[in-house]
Every structure is written in C-alpha cells, then in structure tokens.
C-alpha cells in the first residue's frame, strides 16, 4: 500500500480520544509525508528579529532537506533565501550565523547583496546574465520580533496569524529585546511527540519540581478549555486587560494558533526557583504592571512561548528525522539589561534547562516504548490532556485534508 493511503486509512480509523499508531511516530516514510505536507507548506517561526539588529547579521537553518539563510538588508528589512549557490549548489553561508557586507559563497566567490541579487560572478563570459541567477527568495515574515518563513512557492496567507498573535505581542517590544542565551537540545523522539509532551502538565508534579514552584498545573492553564470557568483565571485577564495587555484565550479556528496570557503560582513573577523576578530591569518600558503571569503563544508545528513582565523565553522545534528533534530555546531580555549587573545567566535560565532536560528524558523514554511490538494507542485524560488531545486533533484532521487534496482546514477546536 502507499505510504500516503496508509497514513488516511489510519488517520481515518483513529479513535478519538486516543494516541497515534506506531508508524506516525517512528516511520522514515511516514514522517517523509510529514515534512512534505506540513513542514515544507506552512509558516515556521524560525527566529527573532533581535538575533540580526545590523544590517549585514544573518543566521542559518536547516529545515528538512532545505538549508536555509535570514538576512537583515541595508534597508533594514528581514529577508530569507535558500542558502544554496545559484552556481553549482554549495551552502553561501556555512555558519550557524555571522555578519558580512556581502554574502559570499566559498567555493567559486559568487557574490550576492543582502537583497540576494548576484552582484560578482568571475569569469562566466560576455552573455551571462547575473540578474538570472540571484538567491532564490524564502517568503518571510516579521510579526513583533517574531520571524516566520514559508519553504512553499505560494505560501498560505499570513495575515490571521498576524492579526491574532500582534495585539498580544507588541507590548513586550520584542524586536529591540537582545538575546541573553541561546541552547539547543536533541530529544530522541518524533517531533509530535514532543509536542505532546508540551501540551499537558499531568506530569509536572512528578516530573518537574523546579517549573512546578511558579507555574499552574491546572488544566485550565495548560489546556484549551475551562479557563474562562476558572475564577483566578478570569480576574487575571481582567486585571492585565484594564492595563493595555490583551490577554483572554484566543484560538484560530483551525486549532493551529493560539495565545493567552495566564498567571503564575501565588506571587510569583518570572520562572526562578523564588519566583522572584530574574531581571532587575523590565523586558519592555511599556509594561510596568506588576504579576502580569506569562503571556502563552503555541504555533504549531514549529514554537510555544512563555513572555513575562521581566523576559522571554522562546522555544522552536525542528524535525532531524523520523526519531530525533531539536529544540531550541532563546531568552529575551530588555535591549539595556546587563550580565552580571541586572540579571544572572543561571537564575535566568535554571528552570527551563531542567525542565527541558527532563522533558528531553520522557520524550526519549516515550519514544523507546513506543518502539516495541506491543505498543498500541492509548486514550488521554480528558481532565488533564485536554492539550494533547487538541493537537492530536489538529493533527489528524489537517493531515487528512492534506491527503485528501485540500488545502489547511478550518476545524472546530476539540
């Protein structure tokens, strides 16, 4: 049988409530028509506007079979090219990221501008044309110092992404933020099943002792439903709304996006092992509301983010293969905030690299169990996986579609 026939047939018989067959989490073929149906067709956060403040600064990723390249232009404007030479093919830029006038590729020097036109080319003769043989552009687009890119040649529109994630974000001022750190982890496990993973906390408790000092393990605030029930909730999104700061759950009707800002534990402020905040000076000058929680932003496939009164914490998932995933996690500090002066590195980051080493255990132990022979679906707690199954939701209903020829549906969120 066809490997995309397989995947309808078993996307169709899924019984709700219940996990995924063995295959979408360990098959090569399988997660094949993963990235071609998802990865390499819809918007990818992909970095932050702060990580190229300069004309010039670029960084490089990998996606799947496409190495890609962002760059900031002399105009000021982000762009991203397929980082591929338009001469024989070799990567132009082959760091993890650098600054250059000019982008050029080491092997023959053919040389591009930032806007990715071919300006050097030695020796290619009287008839070469270099306004033929520019970089190949990547749709790209930049929403409050988040960057998003598209590998399809007609992307889907951006604009209801834009429109739903702006209000939430632009307060925070993200794209004057500057980086404070940056690591990536490798967690031996399909990428589905790292989102699982995200999408409840039914195994915080147990789990993840540093988190679970400043952040809820209620359903309401790990889910997609109830928090409009939950009283606390509710005086939060009251109380941060009468301030300037959108706050009330929103979910695109595809279940692919979605924001709300929740309140931690208490009196706590920022995710430190006190609670206390981690930076002295606050990420934006627009927001001195105090114990304005944290200001949740899932896009799937490819980020979930966590943006506080004091800094922010993003964290984007790409795909290596059919069993391995990196993660890659980036706080956000204000522009003027100095090490050592008006922050500490360990406070600022110890809860979320134990919690993402954690994390990076079950992921990996899920996956080892999920290899065996007597491995079955399983059903989710409908009181506390609410957001897995949600994803799972989405999942399935949007790779249906996909296989089916349609384009990204509009479903009911689950």
């Given amino acids: 049988m066809d490997v995309r026939d397989d995947m309808l047939r078993r996307l169709k018989a899924r019984a709700d409530g219940f996990s995924l067959e063995q295959p979408f989490y360990i098959d090569p073929d399988f997660h094949r028509v993963d990235l071609e149906e998802i990865w390499y067709k819809d918007w990818l956060f992909i970095g932050h506007d702060c990580e190229i403040p300069r ?76 306004a033929q043989f520019g970089m190949k552009p990547v749709p790209c687009e930049s929403v409050a110092g988040y960057i998003f890119i598209c590998l399809a040649a ?70 997609v439903q109830g928090a409009k029930d939950d ?84 964290f984007r998932v790409l795909p290596l293969s059919a069993e391995e995933t990196a993660v890659t996690t980036t706080w956000l500090v204000h522009r003027d905030a100095v090490e050592g002066v008006d922050y500490d590195l360990d406070e600022l980051t110890h809860v979320w690299n134990m919690t993402n080493d954690q994390d990076r255990r079950i992921v990996e132990e899920n996956a080892f169990g999920i290899r065996s022979p007597a491995y079955e679906p399983g059903p989710y707690s409908p009181e506390h996986e609410g957001g897995v199954m949600q994803f799972v939701e989405w999942y399935t209903t949007f790779m249906t579609n996909r296989l089916q020829g349609g384009a990204a549906p509009l479903s009911a969120v689950a």
Wanted: charged share 25%; with cysteine.
């Fill in 55 to 130: 004309a010039g600064n670029y960084f490089t990723v990998q996606v799947g079979d496409y190495p890609v390249v962002i760059v900031r232009g002399k105009d000021g404007v982000i762009r991203a090219f397929h980082n591929t030479c338009r001469h024989r093919g070799h990567r132009v830029c082959t760091q993890e990221r650098g600054a250059s006038a000019r982008l050029v590729c080491p092997y023959h020097q053919w040389t591009y501008d930032l806007d990715g036109s071919l300006v050097f080319a030695r020796q290619m003769g009287e008839d070469f044309d270099k």
């Fill in 154 to 223: 007609t992307p889907t529109d951006f604009a209801p992404v834009r429109a739903s994630i702006e209000p939430y974000m632009k307060p925070h001022r993200l794209w004057e933020a500057k980086v404070a750190h940056r690591n990536t982890i490798i967690e031996k496990g399909n990428w589905k099943l790292v989102w699982e993973n995200n999408r409840e906390c039914y195994h915080c408790a147990s789990n993840h002792p540093e988190l679970c000092r400043t952040y809820p393990e209620a359903p309401s605030a790990t889910g």
């Fill in 231 to 314: 009283p606390v909730i509710a005086e939060h999104w009251a109380r941060c709304e009468a301030a300037g700061l959108p706050s009330e759950f929103r979910i695109d009707p595809s279940g692919q996006f979605r924001t709300a800002r929740m309140p931690l534990i208490q009196d706590a402020e920022s995710y430190t092992m006190t609670g206390r905040r981690a930076v002295r000076r606050p990420l934006s000058d627009e927001v001195m509301t105090s114990h304005i929680g944290t200001m949740l932003l899932f896009h799937y496939p490819t980020t979930w983010n966590h943006i506080l009164v004091d800094h922010a914490i993003s």
